[in-house]
């Protein structure tokens, strides 16, 4: 009798997986934030832009690797870190990365500030290099972690020696908003870099960043009256530097719950100083709340930086955290519908025999699980090594490009299988990336009325381990006509499927 019963579970499991997922891809489900026009795909400059950016071949090649549309991810949205520096006699951060410098300083002898334009040289040489390889669609956000550390009341930069109170001195509110206006202008008229948007504060209302610290910036900020008081003496200095076309944005809290509480804290002037909701999706409660209320307020909404060390998959091997970040993107987009996706930071490691300032590297990652960033830095050897994580973000970046409209494509849960659609109208283009995160081989079905598909479907596929699987592998299917479309995916993979098409 139990044979009887496993044989029948087993057969009914095959039933199950020989089924097809269907999917409908409609307009009417289409991502209208911001006007239906998507932004474009991203990541912050810090930490890893400070690390490399002395070294020139590093610079060209991570230039390359990731905002470059043809050879690498094409990113177009890079977050330079404006660093507060901190106390030049403290010695605690430790991470080879982190120690990001600021552009003001206290004169030894007078105590004067003064501004150096040249020591953020290396993070300065990775944004000139990302901002040329991403061409017209380059995007420049500035942000903040820190005041300069004489700004603060623990006298340090990577926070208060009581991590849940106000590390920005009372007295210094405006003098801060001075230096991150001062410094946008800066990288905007002298370098000729465009600042589009400057976020002046991260992560405010958290107890994550406490006083000498191993690693990063940070500062804790008051929801309500503190943060209000930021976001409105920042806005006054952009309008006193005549930058009334750089976009101000909210606090970039950890999560949407944090965010919409801090939102609705501000004072009205301070609402009425913000042009963009940003928000960061390390939790994700309230996340579909947070959508509704970007689009009561009528207010365009990033999620402005994300990452983990996460995995998807069924014995996925090296696949296993791509998975998870093709996973992450498709669920925080169809839940907060942004109009921009922000990963943390590409390059999360580095090796290097010498280390730096005394301080040993992370050294080499483990793609066998789960890790931060797309790739590892090779200083020893000035390569950039990448990751099947690296080509699973690719399957999304180089397809689904600036100005599209992104649809929400619902599957049905427990099917192993994700889909995320983007709308290209000046291209005429429809496209589609699918995951597939079980052993077995999935039949999709994709219903597509709203659509006239044309001519042939590029089919891109990431999958299998780095050393002999597909990376970006590409075929050509034959023209599929009426209103189904049927492919099929891999097990343990991420395929994006590119076609013409017209909407009917």
Known sequence: MKRLLSVILLAVASLSHAQSVKVTVSMDNAILTNGGHWEGWGTSLCWWANRLGYNETLTKKSSLLFFDSKQGLGLNIMRY?????????????????????????????????????????????????????????????????????????????????????????????????????????????????????VSPMNEPNTNFWPAMNYKQEGC?????????????????????YGLDDVILTTSDETNPGLQIEEIRLLTPEARASIDRISVHTYGTNSIREMGQLAKDEKINLWMSEVDGNGTAGQNAGEMAAGLWLADKIISDIQALEPSAWVLWQVIDTHISEEGYKGRRDGGPLRTSGGYWGTACANHDTDEILLTQKYYVFGQ?????????TLIKCPTERNSGCR???????????????????????????????DFKIKGPVRQIRTSGQFADGEQWAETELSKTDGSQLNFKLKPNSVTTFVMKCKVK
């Not at 300069?148 to 009372?170: A, L, Q």
């Not at 999304?396 to 599209?404: A, K, L, N, Q, V």
């Not at 709308?423 to 009325?449: H, P």
């Open 220 to 240: 804790h900020i008051d929801a309500g009256e503190s943060q209000s008081k930021l976001l409105v003496l920042t806005k006054q200095a952009l309008l006193r």
């Open 396 to 404: 999304f970046t180089r397809h689904i490009r600036p100005g599209s």
């Open 81 to 197: 870190n404006l660093g507060g520096g901190d106390d030049p006699t403290h010695n605690h951060i430790t991470r080879t990365d982190s120690d990001v410098p600021g552009w003001m300083y206290l004169e030894p002898n007078t105590g004067e500030r003064l501004y150096d334009y040249s020591a953020d040289t290396r993070q300065l040489n990775v944004l000139r290099a990302a901002a040329k390889a991403a061409g017209k669609e380059a995007y420049i956000e500035l942000f903040s972690n820190s005041p300069p550390y004489f700004m603060t009341v623990s006298g340090c930069s990577s926070g208060n020696f009581k991590s849940d109170e106000n590390n920005i001195h009372e007295d210094e509110y405006g003098n801060f908003a001075e230096y991150i206006a001062h410094v946008t202008s800066y990288i905007t008229n002298n370098l000729g870099l465009k600042v589009k948007s």
């Open 419 to 449: 889909v995320l659609a983007a709308l290209d109208k000046k291209k005429k283009s429809l496209t589609l990336v699918c995951t597939n995160t079980t052993e077995q081989e999935k039949s999709i079905e994709f219903s597509v009325d």
